[in-house]
């Protein structure tokens, strides 16, 4: 089983404004992205000795400083955040339909888009974490250059000891082309030690016939630690070979998925991190996303983050 150099994570990627419909023409803001997600919730189930980063890059405006107040009342290290003046973040607006969600995005120009054009940041937010978390939508959102720049950072901090985990999270909206798609996620899984796909996302992308076909795509390509989420189903997970499903336990109140696949990875990863084995890391995930899926928002309050044991 994988084991880990240090105590420190972080994750990659890009948070957005959140206006999320409350009432005729209003709108609660917040803020909201997989991998930030991912990291919120890992902050708060590991607390201050095993501290969580984000890295991104924001703006100079008051949102964005908004953004990094919220992050450090929450215990996260913002030390890898990064600013550019000329662009701010990215933003999103959920409205309903009856019970129907409709997302708008505005993300195209989006301050985090540029954080693969340093890669003597990137060389920086990466040192000393002995844990890396990033996912599709991150590469999705990066030049072509700055995939590569995050491709040779990751490599770099593998070789120094850091484990690279990985989410797919495959949305086709983000891609020109599912070519595009496969061939720079094959190329990152090159790198990923720990992969956490969900299986209506790969099946869509690469044609898998059942979960197993997605377990042996992964280990084929080299990854050794895999949990395949599949909503209600069971999560199918190899780790060294050795192959493991945990049911999922059924939730009767859901009142909005967004956001399960990233708790569940946040659960994952803080379990694996304070030395958990695979089956018990699954059982984590599931225990923080079935509490993500009962409450509005991809993020839970504070209070609702279950006990981690
Ligand atoms: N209908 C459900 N009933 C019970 N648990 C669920 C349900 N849907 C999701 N979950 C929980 O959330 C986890 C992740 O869900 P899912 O497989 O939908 O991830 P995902 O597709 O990555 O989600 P996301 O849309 O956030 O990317 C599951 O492993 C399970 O623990
Ligand atoms: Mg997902």
Redesign the pocket.
């Known amino acids: 089983m994988l084991s880990f150099t240090s105590k420190r994570s972080v994750a990659i990627g890009e948070a957005m404004i959140e206006m999320a419909v409350v009432g005729e023409g209003t709108y609660r803001r917040s803020f909201a992205g ?1 991998t930030f ?1 991912t990291a919120w919730h890992m902050a708060q189930l590991l607390g201050p000795d095993f501290p969580v980063g984000f890295a991104t890059k924001v703006g100079t405006d008051t949102i964005s400083r908004s953004f990094v107040e919220e992050l450090e009342a929450d215990g996260i290290d913002v030390t890898c955040v990064a600013r550019d003046a000329d662009r701010t973040m990215g933003l999103y607006m959920i409205e309903l339909d009856g019970a129907e969600r409709h997302f708008h995005y505005w993300r195209n120009h989006s301050a985090a888009r540029l954080l693969g054009d340093d890669a003597g940041w990137l060389d920086r937010v990466v040192r000393d974490a002995g844990l890396i978390h990033v996912s599709g939508i991150t590469l999705a959102i990066l030049s072509p250059d700055g995939r590569s720049r995050l491709w040779n950072a990751l490599a770099q901090a593998r070789l120094r000891g850091a484990r690279v985990s990985f ?1 797919p ?1 495959v949305r086709p909206r983000l891609w020109t082309s599912a070519t595009e798609t496969r061939d720079t996620l094959a190329w990152f899984f090159e790198i990923t030690d720990i992969a ?6 790969e099946t869509a992308l690469w044609g898998d016939m059942s979960p197993d076909a997605t377990l042996n795509r992964f280990a084929k390509a080299g990854v050794t630690e895999i949990a395949l ?5 069971a ?1 199918q997970a190899r780790s060294d070979g050795v192959e493991t499903s945990v049911p ?4 009767s109140d ?1 009142r909005d ?9 946040a659960g994952y990863l803080a379990a694996r991190l304070s030395g958990m084995d695979q089956a018990d890391a ?1 059982a984590c ?3 923080v ?2 509490r ?2 009962r409450y509005f928002g ?1 993020r839970l309050s504070k209070e609702n983050v279950p006990k981690f044991e």
Not at 196 to 201: G, H, K, N, T, V
Not at 248 to 251: A, E
């Open positions: 997989d997600n989410d999270n956490l796909p969900s299986f209506d996302d989420k599949n909503g209600a189903g999560v999922t336990p059924p939730v859901i998925t967004s956001g399960a696949g990233d708790a569940f990875n699954i995930g599931q225990r996303s079935s993500v899926i991809a």
